[in-house]
């Protein structure tokens, strides 16, 4: 069941522009906001809400804003997360390519709400089309008094700036990214101190992702209760899935929190290439433990997913059928995360790596027999026990690749053995390139 | 809660009160529970990256790190567990995994982490069976190796480099497994101050001047003290066979907190140089012939008693020196005084720090002098005419402590130094304008009917200030954090016409103000050297000669009444054929002292020069009698920093050859002129001194009982007079690799810079028409100089800016000889020059 509630501009014609989207209802919310709303009033409609941070960790957005002290005479800023980097997620680009607006007023909104005069918008530096649009749209918010001094005759000022990555998936996590903005490696820091309190320039700040705050014009604009209604008992809203991999319809689907994945397969993306069966889903995003196909009956959010052992991550969905060689996609996954691994902490630096070089040696027939156990023993040292998420990201996948594929990563040719690389993530460079 | 700020953590099942506001590693350090880690080191920031530290905190699930997780009232902490052996296993599994493990021939090994922990552990697997990526060592830096492939990724020498050091030298460059810790082109410079190598907790960091030169456990330690600067730092030499090898800091000890600069860590090549003067020598029919002591000690004191015996005692002068020890500073002044019979007494310290003294001396009252730990902690810092950044790189690292807790640092001078690249805010004043200024702040700031005289408008201009600059600057000595604020004042002040009555005032609004000072002192033991007595009118511990008697009374012994002269009255003594004869201990007048020409006229001028050196100097050329002295490394003593810290030390090696401690030379010598010191070691030096000058925490009581000095009047001619004959300016700076001429004789330093460099303004060079390397000629009215030259934009145009205590290339040659009438101390700041392409 679609519903078009976050892409509900997305088929206009120039939908990207501020005619359009005012003419949609656009920044209405704001004036209404800024004309009789407390900051207070906002977080806790955002609260009701039961807005979950759509960035993969699911963290309810209100709480997280709430971690900000109020009593900190330092300036606080917001960043957006605009570093869409996990393989099988497409779900931000197009929020900025076709309705950069909507991301902006939700900016605005949640600036309000916390208290923030500046914020800072960070973009994939991949994102060429979408870095347009965005600058193009706060331009127009600034002629429009959208933005900049005295908000539509507030007393409420916001400046938003766009800072653009430059090509490190590491920059997604949130202290990387804080790094990049100050002009340093995106490194990710220790914690604490957290961001809410110690942040970005040492100041309170606060790390949302794009979907995230494009829901906050809908919540604010038709009410907490409403949006609730949307989703799960848990988790408001609706969500955006990038559907990829084998199947006949990959692409963007806004669809209800719990949205059975198979209905999801089937009937928005119309099923497996080539009628084939299904033979294992990354539900979301590339760093998600793969489901097999008998785990496949199950609801896509955020609790039902963690209780089978995955994540609802980003949304990104990448369905692989029946005769894909599981130890090609594992390796094609694992060459990425060792790519992207900072080199900070020992288990992800020497992980990732050792885990690629025993992948090779599977793939070119060179694996022993203790191969499969030797995977699954580096990724549990890496997993929860690196800096930043990134080891755990890449340890998800080796742990469910091989223990529910084990036989494929076992000397020998597997059943689906086959050259690694798939359409939908094309191979990356090999980490030292 | 616990009260006074400790808080209770229960460790291993055992609960302990510890301070609040630690981390948990921290916590378990103090209480001496031993957590593996390898980029944990407490100094620096916590990185959280090697995860060897990882324990159990009750009720978080997942292991932590401790070095990154604060201790909290109430936690319980596991630091052993079969889960944490494991997870450490593992690390210590990966680290393997890529490590050379080429432990035979690596520098480091039996003190290296990596292979300690790997021996504690044990039973490590080592399922790793892919072959290892060669990397390469580099040897891009000339005194410190980098051998990627040892490199465990801990960064802490990333971390010193930046956070301690600030020279941001080292970088992480790379993601993933291939980052490196290196230099890069674009990085900050490298100031070879080897706190990389200390911190590394394997073979990636290496003294390359250690390369192989023994074992660890072959080495023998001892504690000495650095013999370059002011700044008094606690050495750890490293020897074999009574040879130096290496020099490290030992832990947290000393004045210098674990750091050292590039003189300190690599500065020793001198102390083993085939240079070192290994027999006395005397002339002999114009040569210099190698003898005996007995035979050089009896030639000495025949010619000494000669002289005496015909031109009186007055026709004798004496150098002390700025280098040597306390003690032998004391039996220097005492032999002068009561074996020789005057009080021509003088060293070095006269070109900086007698002058501050003198200042000091005309205050009467408590001025609060602040410690290295005083600045680390200051919240401001007021810096005129001192570079401490290269004249004493320990203060320096303390001002940089200071500035990175938010330490507000302003800088008045006419040069562009590594000081003042560091701080908030950097006041250009015109070249010799340092006295003007504070002058103009006494006016702003002190109430003083002396000052009368002077006009506002005329000192700004002079100085080049605007009123609110001045302003600007005297704010920082008001409001509440006057009690934390430091200032910082050196050779541009000490060394300018009326420099003491600048110090003076600079001490009174000091002292009115709450605030506190330090003294920049260049040469490691001129403060010592003062107290001990080597001055013309001061007896040991500042006494005026008036207070003779005391001291008449413990050395049986009479002393002069009148006052002696100073370095340069001397000098010109002997110029004028008074002075017959010169006793120079430790000193080398004739690279050190202004106008080169002047002091070797007046030195060959005298009858007889004895010279008491490690080599054979300039000034050792020139002597008649040559006596081999051992070095700091080869002798006990003590030695004063520029805090006033007595510091004792020992010797660590044997003197090379037959060279002596220059005490018991002049014990000997004593003797063999008829009045002999009775002391049969270097102990009863010191108890004697210490008995007539009373020492309170390692500091001495000096007698400082308010000089009155002669005040400058608006007349004073501050800052070059213009002469179109000669149309830049040369200042004198110092340099982290040069001071005095055993560094010349380091090859660590040779390497950490080989020649000087005159650097000057790419206008000035394009004028010229030369660029980066080119030679040059400098010449002043006195003398002349070869040097290669270095564009720099930040040195102002028209001026030039060259180093101190290169031997290569000696600007002291371009420089007059006159004296301020106060300190009697020669200006050797800034001198008018003229300049042609070789």
Same mark, same amino acid.
């Given at each position: ?433 | ?147 990627? =492939?040892? /490199?465990? %990724? *801990?960064?802490? &020498? #990333?971390? +010193? @480099? ?5 020279? $941001? ?18 990085? =900050?410079? /490298?100031? %070879? *101050?080897?706190? &990389? #190598?200390? +911190? @590394? ?5 290496? $003294? ?20 370059? /600067? ?609």
């Amino acid at each position: 069941m679609i519903v078009k509630v976050l892409t509900r501009n997305f088929d206009k014609p120039d939908s990207h522009t501020l005619a359009v989207y005012e003419a949609g209802g656009g920044y209405r919310t704001l004036r209404k906001v800024l004309e009789s709303w407390t900051p207070e009033q906002v977080v806790e409609e955002v609260k009701a809400s039961n807005l979950r941070g759509r960035g993969g960790a699911g963290f309810p957005t209100a709480i997280k804003w709430g971690f900000v002290p109020k009593d900190s005479p330092k300036p606080k800023y917001i960043c957006v997360n605009a570093d869409e980097g996990e393989p099988g997620t497409f779900k931000d680009r197009h929020i900025m390519e076709q309705d950069p607006h909507l991301m902006v007023e939700g900016t605005i909104l949640s600036a309000y709400a916390i208290g923030v005069q500046t914020a800072y918008i960070y973009i994939r530096g991949e994102f060429v089309l979408a870095g347009e649009r965005t600058e193009a749209a706060i331009a127009e918010a600034y002629a429009k008094g959208y933005l900049g001094e005295n908000i539509l005759g507030s007393s409420y000022s916001l400046d938003i700036h766009v800072h653009y990555g430059a090509g490190s998936y590491i920059c997604g996590e949130e202290t990387a990214l804080i790094e990049s903005i100050e002009g340093k490696k995106g490194w990710p820091r220790v914690k604490p101190p957290f961001p809410a309190v110690e942040g970005l320039f040492g100041c309170p700040t606060v790390v949302n992702n794009v979907e995230t705050l494009a829901n906050v014009p809908l919540i604010l604009d038709k009410g907490a209760a409403w949006f609730a209604g949307l989703g799960t008992e848990k988790s408001g809203g609706t969500k955006l899935f990038t559907i990829s991999g084998h199947v006949n319809r990959p692409g963007l689907y806004e669809l209800p929190m719990g949205t059975p994945l198979l209905e999801m397969i089937e009937e928005q993306a119309g099923g497996v290439t080539g009628g084939k069966k299904i033979k294992a889903v990354i539900p979301g995003g590339a760093s998600c433990p793969v489901l097999a196909a008998h785990e496949l009956d199950i609801k896509m959010d955020f609790n039902t997913l963690m209780a089978a052992g995955s994540m609802l991550g980003s949304g990104g969905v990448i369905v692989l059928a029946e005769g894909t060689s599981m130890l090609a996609a594992l390796l094609n996954l694992e060459r990425f995360f060792a790519h992207e691994s900072c080199g900070q902490c020992t288990p992800c630096r020497e992980g990732t790596r050792w885990i690629v070089q025993i992948l090779e040696r599977i793939e070119r027939g060179e694996g022993t027999a203790g191969d499969p156990d030797t995977l699954i023993d580096i990724a549990e040292h890496m997993a929860g026990r690196t800096v930043c998420p990134l080891g755990e990201a890449a340890a998800g996948p080796v742990k469910s690749f091989v223990k529910k594929f084990r036989d494929e990563f076992l000397p020998g040719p597997g059943p689906d053995a086959g050259p690694s690389g798939t359409e939908h993530h094309p191979q990356v460079a090999g980490q030292d390139g | 809660m616990s009260g006074n700020n400790l808080i209770s953590v229960t460790v291993n099942d055992k609960v302990y009160q510890v301070p609040a506001g630690l981390s948990i590693i921290q916590a378990a350090d103090r209480i001496g529970v031993c957590i593996p880690r390898f980029c944990y080191l407490e100094k620096l920031s916590p990185l959280g990256g090697c995860r060897m530290c990882l324990i159990t905190v009750q009720g978080i699930p997942k292991l932590q790190t401790a070095c990154t997780t604060p201790a909290k009232d109430g936690m319980v902490v596991v630091t052993e567990s079969e889960e944490i052996d494991k997870a450490r296993k593992a690390t210590l599994e990966l680290q393997l995994a890529q490590h050379p493990l080429d432990c035979f021939h690596c520098d480091k090994a039996t003190r290296c982490d990596l292979q300690d922990l790997t021996y504690l552990f044990g039973d490590i697997q080592h399922r790793y069976d892919f072959p290892r990526k060669d990397l390469p060592t580099l040897y891009d830096n000339p005194l410190i190796e980098r051998n990627l =492939g040892r /490199c465990v %990724h *801990c960064e802490r &020498c #990333v971390r +010193v @480099c930046e956070e301690i050091q600030g020279a $941001d030298a080292i970088s992480a460059t790379r993601r993933g497994r291939p980052t490196e810790m290196r230099e890069v082109p674009g990085g =900050g410079e /490298c100031q %070879h *101050c080897g706190h &990389c #190598v200390d +911190v @590394c907790p394997v073979g990636a960091n290496l $003294d390359r001047l250690f390369s192989h030169r023994g074992r660890p456990f072959q080495m023998e330690e001892g504690l000495s003290l650095c013999p370059y /600067c002011g700044c008094g730092c606690t050495l750890s030499l490293n020897t074999r066979e009574g040879r130096i090898m290496r020099v490290w800091p030992r832990g947290d000890e000393g004045v210098n907190h674990g750091s050292l600069c590039a003189r300190g860590r690599f500065g020793w090549g001198f102390v083993n140089h085939p240079e070192r003067l290994a027999r006395p020598r005397i002339k002999k029919n114009g040569q210099l012939v190698e003898v005996d002591w007995e035979e050089a000690l009896l030639f000495t004191a025949t010619r000494l008693e000669k002289i005496i015996r015909e031109h009186g005692p007055q026709s004798v002068g004496g150098l002390g020196s700025a280098r040597a020890t306390d003690e032998a500073n004391y039996l220097f002044q005492r032999f002068m005084r009561c074996v020789i019979g005057n009080n021509n007494i003088d060293s070095s310290a006269r070109l900086g720090y007698t002058a501050g003294l003198t200042g000091r001396l005309g205050v009467a009252g408590d001025v609060r002098e602040a410690t290295l730990d005083d600045v680390r902690r200051a919240a401001r810092l007021l810096v005129i005419g001192a570079d401490p950044v290269e004249t004493n790189p320990i203060l320096g690292l303390a001002m940089k402590a200071a500035i990175r807790k938010g330490a507000t640092v302003v800088v008045a001078d006419p040069r562009t130094t590594l000081t003042s690249r560091w701080a908030s805010q950097h006041f250009r004043i015109r070249p010799g304008s340092e006295v003007p200024l504070i002058l103009a702040l006494a006016r702003l700031l002190l109430n003083e009917r002396e000052l009368s005289a002077f006009k506002d408008a005329d000192l700004l201009a002079r100085i080049a200030l605007r009123s609110e600059e001045l302003a600007s600057l005297a704010g920082m000595l008001e409001g509440d954090a006057a009690e934390q604020t430091v200032v910082l004042a050196g050779r541009g002040v000490t060394q300018a016409p009326y420099g003491a009555s600048a110090v003076a005032a600079l001490l009174r609004i000091v002292a009115k103000r709450g605030a506190s000072y330090l003294l920049t002192v260049d040469r490691n033991n001129e403060r010592g050297s003062c107290e001990a007595g080597v001055l013309p009118d001061r007896l040991p511990g500042l006494a005026p000669l008036s207070d003779r008697e005391r001291f008449e009374k413990v050395w049986g012994q009479k002393v002069p009444e009148q006052p002696g002269l100073s370095a340069y009255e001397m000098l010109q003594a002997a110029r004028d054929g008074k002075q017959k004869a010169f006793y120079i201990m430790g000193e080398n007048p004739v690279d050190d002292f202004p106008d080169t020409r002047y002091v070797e006229e007046a030195l060959s001028s005298a009858e007889f020069l004895v010279v008491q050196d490690l080599f054979m100097t300039p000034t050792a050329v020139m002597a008649d009698v040559i006596l081999p002295s051992a070095s700091f490394a080869e002798k006990a003593g003590q030695f004063t920093n520029l805090e006033g810290r007595v510091q004792p030390y020992t010797a660590v090696i044997p003197p090379v050859g037959q060279a002596r401690p220059d005490a018991r030379i002049l014990v000997e010598l004593s003797r063999k002129m008829g009045k002999g010191f009775p002391h049969k070691n270097i102990v009863e030096v010191r108890e004697e001194m210490n008995n007539l000058v009373p020492m309170k925490e390692s500091q001495r009581q000096l007698a400082c009982n308010g000089l009155s000095h002669a005040v400058p009047g608006p007349e004073v001619q501050w800052g070059p007079v213009e002469d179109s004959d000669f149309p830049y300016l040369l200042l004198t700076t110092a340099s982290l690799y040069r001071n005095g001429a055993e560094s010349n004789l380091a090859v660590g330093l040779q390497k950490g810079q080989e020649r000087a460099a005159l650097r000057l303004h790419p206008a000035d060079a394009q004028g010229l028409g030369v660029s980066d390397g080119d030679s040059v000629m400098v010449t002043s009215k006195t003398g002349e100089i070869q040097v290669s030259v270095r564009l720099d934009d930040e040195i102002a145009p028209d001026t030039l800016q060259l180093a101190e205590g290169f031997s290569d290339a000696n600007p002291k040659t371009l420089f007059g000889h006159e004296i301020d009438p106060v300190t009697r101390t020669p200006m050797a700041r800034y001198v008018q020059v003229k300049m042609r392409k070789l």
